[in-house]
């Protein structure tokens, strides 16, 4: 059965703009990015929302949808009443392109920034011998579909723009764990990961592992993680000292 | 369409939407309890220190535990047979103990996101703005010092044994015969499990195990050890605030039987 759904959508360019009410038909099974497309072909034509692939894998249609990150694509009509008044805005951590579209390119900058995976100089590609429980723990976070939501829930960056030189984010606090955790990583990511990437602005609250789509443990087996690896090499006497009576490689 | 390109002034700013958050739901309530819970632990945990009717029969007091001030705690220390701390000791014994468990829950990866939420509101939740101007985290003092939680999880660790210690002593009537099982029993067994659980379900104790390991198929203990610890891990938010009510309920149950106030037949 098809109903009147109220919905105020963030308007503007740059970051000025408004939120403007509209009355949207809704049908049974409709998701909110649904929604928006009946926006955009019945009363605003100009309305601008970057989608891609409806199945909550491209990580595009990100927005806050009553006030939380989602994806568009993901989240169904049927989880609002139906005279809930639903209000969508843009990811509000990164600079409005126009409407509900954000310039993520800081997310790109800061995936630079971490260097690749970087195998040992002797040993050659072909050569990776790995027995799968060396390798599942960092497959996880390969599930991540970049649609930056975590990025965008964190308070370091969302809260304080200031930060953001010198936090890389939780997206790329995974892509640094799953590198660290590689059985032929070779690089040393420990130190930057506290020094250049910000690991120690992080203060677990969550966010990112309560808003990742495809349920990554972000905090739990990343973050924490690193910060505990970052221990052992910065902090840690004990590990230290261990490290230099049996000459362990740190 | 209006053209907007990557030189444009206006491109670099976020939308500017003047309220703390735009969320609909009850996301006040989770910290607003959190700080209560908190609190009130606080405020017993206070009391219990400064209370000494730790000791009923074979039953003691799980904040007191170990006793190791002679001056409140003649029989001495059960677990060593001694109590380390003399006469001269005269500050309260729970004081000796609670500062490691204190710690340890302190500079806990959960309790840190349950207060920096709920007390700092850095942020009070998510997509809730936080009221502070400025923030740097853990990078740098005083909180940088989170990082010695190992430390405390080592000591912790060694408490959550005496507790268990302290649980099967329990097992034992006033007259230090085998075979007592009261309602203090079952009490402070629940503890005992609750608080291993809590304890050794730590994020440190797993990377102690095996998470600093990239080869996990060369030490095969160690990841079994691993994956009985990340189990407990999983569960770690459930087992800090059950053990948290566990330990109250079970000191102040020794206590009040310590007092007379329980005083019924299999107590």
């Given at each position: 059965?098809?109903?009147?759904?109220?919905?105020?959508?963030?308007?503007?360019?740059?970051?000025?703009?408004?939120?403007?009410?509209?009355?949207?038909?809704?049908?049974?099974?409709?998701?909110?990015?649904?929604?928006?497309?009946?926006?955009?072909?019945?009363?605003?034509?100009?309305?601008?929302?970057?989608?891609?692939?409806?199945?909550?894998?491209?990580?595009?249609?990100?927005?806050?949808?009553?006030?939380?990150?989602?994806?568009?694509?993901?989240?169904?009509?049927?989880?609002?009443?139906?005279?809930?008044?639903?209000?969508?805005?843009?990811?509000?951590?990164?600079?409005?392109?126009?409407?509900?579209?954000?310039?993520?390119?800081?997310?790109?900058?800061?995936?630079?920034?971490?260097?690749?995976?970087?195998?040992?100089?002797?040993?050659?590609?072909?050569?990776?011998?790995?027995?799968?429980?060396?390798?599942?723990?960092?497959?996880?976070f390969r599930k991540c579909i970049e649609c930056f939501m975590c990025q965008n829930v964190c308070h370091v960056i969302r809260d304080h723009e200031?930060?953001?030189?010198?936090?890389?984010?939780?997206?790329?606090?995974?892509?640094?764990?799953?590198?660290?955790?590689?059985?032929?990583?070779?690089?040393?990511?420990?130190?930057?990961?506290?020094?250049?990437?910000?690991?120690?602005?992080?203060?677990?609250?969550?966010?990112?592992?309560?808003?990742?789509?495809?349920?990554?443990?972000?905090?739990?087996?990343?973050?924490?993680?690193?910060?505990?690896?970052?221990?052992?090499?910065?902090?840690?006497?004990?590990?230290?000292?261990?490290?230099?009576?049996?000459?362990?490689?740190? | 369409?209006?053209?907007?390109?990557?030189?444009?002034?206006?491109?670099?700013?976020?939308?500017?939407?003047?309220?703390?958050?735009?969320?609909?739901?009850?996301?006040?309530?989770?910290?607003?309890?959190?700080?209560?819970?908190?609190?009130?632990?606080?405020?017993?945990?206070?009391?219990?220190?400064?209370?000494?009717?730790?000791?009923?029969?074979?039953?003691?007091?799980?904040?007191?535990?170990?006793?190791?001030?002679?001056?409140?705690?003649?029989?001495?220390?059960?677990?060593?047979?001694?109590?380390?701390?003399?006469?001269?000791?005269?500050?309260?014994?729970?004081?000796?103990?609670?500062?490691?468990?204190?710690?340890?829950?302190?500079?806990?990866?959960?309790?840190?996101?349950?207060?920096?939420?709920?007390?700092?509101?850095?942020?009070?939740?998510?997509?809730?703005?936080?009221?502070?101007?400025?923030?740097?985290?853990?990078?740098?003092?005083?909180?940088?010092?989170?990082?010695?939680?190992?430390?405390?999880?080592?000591?912790?660790?060694?408490?959550?044994?005496?507790?268990?210690?302290?649980?099967?002593?329990?097992?034992?009537?006033?007259?230090?015969?085998?075979?007592?099982?009261?309602?203090?029993?079952?009490?402070?067994?629940?503890?005992?499990?609750?608080?291993?659980?809590?304890?050794?379900?730590?994020?440190?104790?797993?990377?102690?195990?095996?998470?600093?390991?990239?080869?996990?198929?060369?030490?095969?203990?160690?990841?079994?050890?691993?994956?009985?610890?990340?189990?407990?891990?999983?569960?770690?938010?459930?087992?800090?605030?059950?053990?948290?009510?566990?330990?109250?309920?079970?000191?102040?149950?020794?206590?009040?039987?310590?007092?007379?106030?329980?005083?019924?037949?299999?107590?």
């Amino acid at each position: 059965m098809g109903y009147k759904a109220k919905f105020r959508v963030w308007r503007g360019e740059g970051g000025e703009g408004r939120l403007e009410d509209f009355t949207v038909e809704v049908n049974e099974g409709e998701v909110v990015l649904d929604v928006i497309h009946r926006l955009q072909a019945t009363q605003t034509p100009d309305l601008a929302v970057r989608w891609n692939c409806k199945a909550g894998k491209c990580g595009s249609c990100s927005m806050e949808i009553n006030g939380k990150p989602r994806l568009g694509c993901m989240t169904r009509m049927s989880t609002f009443e139906e005279d809930e008044t639903i209000t969508v805005t843009p990811l509000r951590t990164f600079p409005v392109i126009k409407d509900l579209v954000t310039d993520v390119s800081f997310n790109y900058q800061k995936a630079r920034e971490v260097p690749s995976f970087t195998p040992p100089a002797d040993v050659k590609p072909g050569e990776y011998r790995m027995q799968q429980i060396d390798v599942e723990r960092s497959q996880e976070f390969r599930k991540c579909i970049e649609c930056f939501m975590c990025q965008n829930v964190c308070h370091v960056i969302r809260d304080h723009e200031e930060n953001k030189p010198n936090f890389s984010g939780p997206r790329y606090f995974i892509r640094i764990a799953e590198l660290d955790m590689h059985p032929y990583d070779v690089a040393d990511r420990k130190e930057p990961a506290q020094d250049e990437h910000g690991l120690g602005y992080c203060n677990i609250t969550k966010c990112c592992t309560e808003v990742c789509p495809e349920h990554i443990k972000i905090t739990d087996n990343a973050i924490i993680p690193m910060k505990e690896r970052v221990v052992d090499r910065k902090y840690d006497p004990l590990v230290w000292l261990g490290s230099k009576i049996f000459k362990r490689q740190r | 369409m209006t053209q907007t390109t990557a030189e444009s002034a206006v491109r670099k700013q976020r939308a500017q939407i003047r309220v703390r958050t735009l969320r609909t739901d009850r996301w006040w309530l989770a910290p607003v309890l959190t700080f209560a819970g908190l609190f009130l632990f606080l405020i017993y945990g206070f009391w219990a220190m400064f209370d000494l009717s730790m000791l009923a029969g074979s039953y003691i007091a799980p904040f007191s535990s170990p006793c190791l001030a002679a001056a409140t705690c003649p029989e001495g220390a059960r677990l060593f047979g001694f109590a380390p701390f003399g006469d001269w000791y005269k500050l309260p014994p729970g004081l000796l103990i609670l500062a490691f468990p204190g710690g340890f829950r302190f500079t806990c990866y959960y309790y840190r996101k349950s207060y920096y939420r709920s007390w700092w509101m850095s942020p009070p939740a998510c997509s809730v703005a936080e009221p502070h101007s400025k923030y740097t985290g853990e990078s740098r003092l005083p909180l940088i010092l989170q990082n010695v939680h190992r430390y405390f999880f080592y000591v912790a660790a060694i408490i959550g044994l005496i507790l268990t210690y302290d649980a099967v002593l329990s097992f034992r009537d006033a007259d230090g015969n085998w075979g007592h099982v009261g309602l203090g029993t079952v009490i402070l067994v629940v503890n005992a499990v609750l608080v291993l659980c809590y304890t050794f379900g730590c994020h440190s104790c797993r990377h102690i195990t095996a998470g600093r390991l990239n080869h996990f198929s060369r030490h095969p203990l160690r990841y079994k050890a691993w994956t009985l610890v990340s189990k407990l891990n999983a569960r770690h938010q459930q087992f800090a605030w059950a053990s948290m009510v566990s330990i109250v309920v079970a000191d102040l149950y020794v206590r009040l039987v310590a007092k007379g106030v329980i005083n019924f037949p299999f107590a």
